[in-house]
C-alpha cells in the first residue's frame, strides 16, 4: 500500500496530549489545538500512520514513502464532519422567510399547514434524479469548504415510501461523491397530511416501518422532532423505544423551541447526541453530562429563526458535556451550506472559542454519529484532511463569507478544491 507524506504544515492535530505539539509551552496558545509547527503526516492507504514534526519522523517511515505532499505551509485540519443535516428536500422556502420577516412566526406557519409539511409536497412532487441533483449540488458546496463526512436525516418524505427515497438518495450520495455519509430516519419530523389528527397513528405508522428500512440498510441511527410543533414525549419515547429494540442508535432533536424534557429521555436511552438545545433544563444538562450525549449546538437554525434564547453553553462546558458544531442544513430553520460560517457564529453568537468550534466539527461531531475512526489526526485515524491556506487555524472561524479551502484528502486520496 502507497505510504505518502504530507509535509511542510501547520498540524492542528486536535489531541492536546500530542507530543510534538510544540506552541503548548507557549502561554497564549490554546493547547486544544494539538498544534505541530512543521509538521508531518504519515499515511498508508487510508489511514495515519505516523503524525509529528518532520524532524521527529523515524527514518525507516521516511524511506518506505512513495509519494510526497508539499503543502506549502498551509494548515492541516482533520476533515470537517457535518454532523446534522437535512440535505435531501425538493423546492425551497423562501417565501416563509418573507412571511417571518413581516411577523408570522416559525409555529403559526407549521400549525397552519406550511412549514415542514410544505417542503414535504415539494418532496414527494420530485422523481429521484431531481432529489439527487439537488443534494449532490449542496454536498460539493459544503465539500468545498472542508467537509469529509457528512450526516443526512431524512424527514421530508413521511411516508414509508418517500422515507426510503430520501434515505437511498443520501446513501447514493455517499456511493458517489469522495465523502462518507450517515444516514439518519428522521420520519417523525412532522405529522402528514394524511395523518392530519392522528398523531399516535403516525407515531404507530413510523415505528413499524423502522424494521423495514434497516432491513433495507437504509439507516444508520434514528431521530425525532421533540417539540410542540413535532411529537411529545410520549411519542418521542415510543420511536426511540422501537429503534433500541432493532439496535440502531437514537438522537433527538430536543428542546429547540421549547422545553419538553426530550434530552433527559434521550440520555435515558443512551443517545448519541441531542440537538439544539436552546430551551434545555439543568436536569436535561445532569442527564446528558452522565449518559456521554453530544449536545449537538446549530448557530445557523438560532440566527436565521430570530431567537434570542441561547442554548445553555457555558453550563453545558461546565458540566463536561462534549459539543458539537453543525449546519442544520434545511430550507426552513437554516438554509445555509458554509460550515465555516458555522464555526464564526459558534464564537460570536454562542461564546465557543475558536478551538472548541473546530472540535465541535471534528472529534465531538464523529462522537455524535458514532464515529471512532475520524475528527483527529492521530495514529490509527482515517486519512480524511482539509488544507487551509491560513496561518493559524484560528482563522477558520475569523474569516466569514470566503473560504480558504485549498484541498480535501479522502481516505489518502487528494480533491483539489
Ligand atoms: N428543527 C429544525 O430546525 C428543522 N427541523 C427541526 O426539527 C427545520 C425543518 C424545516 O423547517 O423544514
Ligand atoms: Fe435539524
Redesign the pocket.
Known amino acids: 500500500m502507497t505510504h505518502q507524506l504530507w509535509r511542510n504544515a501547520t498540524l492542528a492535530s486536535l489531541c492536546p496530549g500530542t507530543p510534538d505539539a510544540t506552541s503548548q509551552d507557549s502561554a497564549q496558545e490554546d493547547p486544544q489545538w494539538g498544534l505541530i509547527d512543521n509538521g508531518a503526516v504519515l499515511t498508508q492507504g487510508g489511514r495515519i500512520e505516523w503524525v509529528g514534526a518532520l524532524r521527529n519522523l523515524p527514518a525507516p517511515l521516511r524511506q518506505a514513502v512513495s509519494r510526497e505532499h508539499d503543502l506549502g505551509g498551509a494548515v492541516l485540519t482533520p476533515g470537517l464532519i457535518d454532523c446534522h443535516t437535512?440535505l435531501v428536500y425538493g423546492g425551497h422556502r423562501a417565501q416563509e422567510f418573507e412571511m417571518r420577516l413581516q411577523g408570522a412566526s416559525y409555529e403559526d406557519i407549521a400549525r397552519a399547514g406550511g412549514?415542514?409539511r410544505s417542503?414535504v409536497m415539494a418532496t414527494r412532487a420530485c422523481d429521484d434524479e431531481a432529489l439527487f441533483n439537488s443534494a449532490v449540488q449542496r454536498a460539493q458546496a459544503l465539500m468545498r469548504e472542508g467537509v469529509c463526512t457528512l450526516e443526512i436525516k431524512s424527514g421530508y418524505g413521511l411516508s414509508l415510501h418517500d422515507e426510503a427515497r430520501c434515505l437511498r438518495v443520501a446513501r447514493r450520495l455517499g456511493d458517489s461523491l469522495p465523502l462518507t455519509v450517515k444516514t439518519t430516519c428522521l420520519a417523525a419530523?412532522a405529522v402528514p397530511p394524511e395523518y392530519a389528527g392522528r398523531a399516535d397513528d403516525y407515531v404507530e405508522a413510523v415505528c413499524s416501518w423502522l424494521s423495514r428500512l434497516q432491513a433495507e440498510g437504509l439507516m444508520d441511527a434514528v431521530d425525532v422532532?421533540c417539540d410542540t410543533i413535532?411529537f411529545t414525549l410520549a411519542q418521542t419515547r415510543r420511536v426511540l423505544l422501537a429503534a433500541q429494540a432493532l439496535g440502531v442508535p437514537v438522537k433527538l432533536?430536543a428542546e429547540?423551541l421549547s422545553d419538553q424534557d426530550g434530552a433527559a429521555l434521550a440520555a435515558s436511552l443512551n443517545a448519541l447526541s441531542c440537538d439544539?438545545l436552546e430551551h434545555l433544563s439543568t436536569k436535561g444538562i445532569a442527564a446528558m453530562a452522565s449518559a456521554g450525549t453530544v449536545a449537538v449546538l446549530l448557530p445557523g437554525?438560532y440566527y436565521f429563526l430570530r431567537e434570542t434564547k441561547l442554548p445553555p453553553v457555558q453550563a453545558l462546558l461546565d458540566a463536561g458535556v462534549p459539543i458539537a458544531i453543525a449546519t442544520?442544513h434545511?430550507?426552513?430553520?437554516?438554509p445555509t451550506l458554509s460550515p465555516l460560517l458555522m464555526l464564526n457564529m459558534a464564537c460570536t453568537l454562542f461564546r465557543l472559542t475558536p478551538a472548541q468550534a473546530l472540535r465541535g466539527m471534528t472529534v465531538h461531531a464523529a462522537q455524535a454519529l458514532g464515529l471512532t475512526d475520524r475528527g483527529q489526526l492521530a495514529v490509527g485515524q482515517r486519512a480524511d484532511f482539509a488544507v487551509w491556506h491560513v496561518n493559524h487555524p484560528r482563522e477558520l472561524a475569523y474569516w466569514f463569507g470566503q473560504n480558504p479551502c485549498r484541498a480535501r484528502v479522502v481516505y489518502g486520496e487528494e480533491y483539489p478544491v
Open positions: 437535512h412549514g415542514i417542503t419530523h422532532f413535532g432533536h429547540q439544539h437554525a442544520d434545511n430550507p426552513g430553520s437554516s
